[in-house]
């Protein structure tokens, strides 16, 4: 059943500022010339954009992909909902590939096949990066495995684009690298004072082995986690994602993580290296159900999960496909198409499964109907090849150990384009972050900014109206950030402002001024198939001439 949430903005229709006339709204202050709101009666004093309403009965109609939002759409009255079939060409084309031996993280743009940004994963250096994970707004989190330095067991979160760095040294604007040269951490330094785009640094437990890593789908700053699998500890450790601080450590024992994927439930699946598989029921107070015996993977090596909660591994000839409904497996067999050692997979939007081979180069199986069908696979590329991910444009990719590069495979003719990144690169897990939007709950966000007053001294934004329709089982969080100019924009920290359904009150925005104003309504659906809809969005704001 849906829920209206008539969380409406009240008339701000008044030609002098006068707190009055907001129902005592206190932000409007004396001094400020006028209080403005959507009133297409009235003509703009601040300029065209004065009195902009967002939606299909406003002046400006959504746009699905503006200010980079993603995994949205415009329905066929022209409003916003998930986009809950295809999330390809509005999301960020970069992989993510951990270089181990050079201590490393690439930063691949996926259709211009270049090298965006090089960053150190620890404090000088060394910290044998071999797993990365990409949250829902670009960022990614590494785990460093410290198999050379035990003291070195850590994880790192980078930021996906500019918008989410922090200009630490007040130079008014983001120092990061842009290019295949990272900037230098020295030692000793937990927060790199260098490279603006690293946000946090959290020691785990000495020689710990972090081997598997994974986002959640969270939308809001409060209750978006990641999880780090422990594997000599068999623990696995969830992480605030905002801040890095550890949350709760949970034992998987007799697992080993070596990789692990969240399911459309939130749920954790653990493949263990000693050949369990286990499942951390996130849903369920963190209930741990162990899967071994005759229960256990029999090709295990790599791990994913499609939309409908499947999990696949992948390793030695095989490929296995396990239904948590009925608890039974399907496996099938590529010793005669020449599998030898199938390493990481990746499961695509059309349920496609890509798997990764030591010796050979990618294997691509159809797991859309009933049972598993082999389809094909690429050429030779080289030897050690490990892990494999599908991008926003529906390629698959896998990564060779030995040539220090990372191939795009054409879905179509399986011919490949390679891009070199650093030394010795091992990444097993969700580099592009497609795995966590395709096997999750859908998730998207739309964005957009609003103009303030035009040749006034200051704009103070006072509430933000919108019309919504958050059904049961969906949530949507709103944030909002503000600035002068779009620079000022961009380096802006975000602000929440509301989750719903939980909190339906409306939103007020005191103190919050500058020329822009950024608002962001983060979607997410426990049901594939329902989806919030907003109708309309307007800002009001009030104007200081002089």
Known sequence: MKRNLPVLLLPLLALSCNPANLGGEADCQAGDTACLGYDPSKPPPGGPGAYEK??????????????GSSGVKVDKDGNIVLDTKSFGGTLSPII??????????????????????????????????????VGLNGDIVVANRASGDGNRAS????????????????????????????????EGQPNNPTDECILWFTKLSVSSLPRAAGFNAGLGETDTVVYIGLYSTRELVRLNAKTGAVMKTISVAPAMPYGLVLDKNGDVWVRGAEGSLAVVQVSKGDQVKIYNGTLAPKCGYGIAADAAGRIYTAGGNCVGRFDPATETWENLSLQAQGMQSGRGLAVDNKTGIWIADTYTGMYHVDGSGAQMVYKGKTATISSNNVGAAVDFDNNPWVISQANSAAYRVNPTDYSTQRVNVGVGPYTYSDMTGYQLRNAGAPSGFWRHTFQ????????RWLELAYQ???????QVTIRVRSANDKAGLQAAPWTEMAKIPSDMTPIKLPGLTGALLQVEFGMKSSVRDVTPILSGVNAGYSCVFG
């Open 155 to 186: 994880a790192v979160h980078i930021a996906g684009d500019k918008s989410q760095c922090l200009d630490r040294n007040g130079n008014g604007k983001i120092d990061t690298s842009e290019n295949s040269s990272p900037l230098a951490w020295a």
């Open 468 to 474: 919504l329709q958050a059904p049961a089982g969906t």
């Open 54 to 67: 967002v939606g299909p009965n406003g002046s400006t109609p959504f746009d699905p992909s503006g200010d």
């Open 452 to 459: 303030g007053c035009m040749g006034a001294s200051m704009t």
């Open 96 to 133: 993510w590939v951990a270089n181990s031996s050079a201590g490393t993280v690439s930063k691949i743009d996926t259709r211009t096949m270049a090298e965006v940004g090089r960053y150190y994963t620890h404090p000088g250096g060394n910290g044998d990066p071999s797993r990365t994970t």
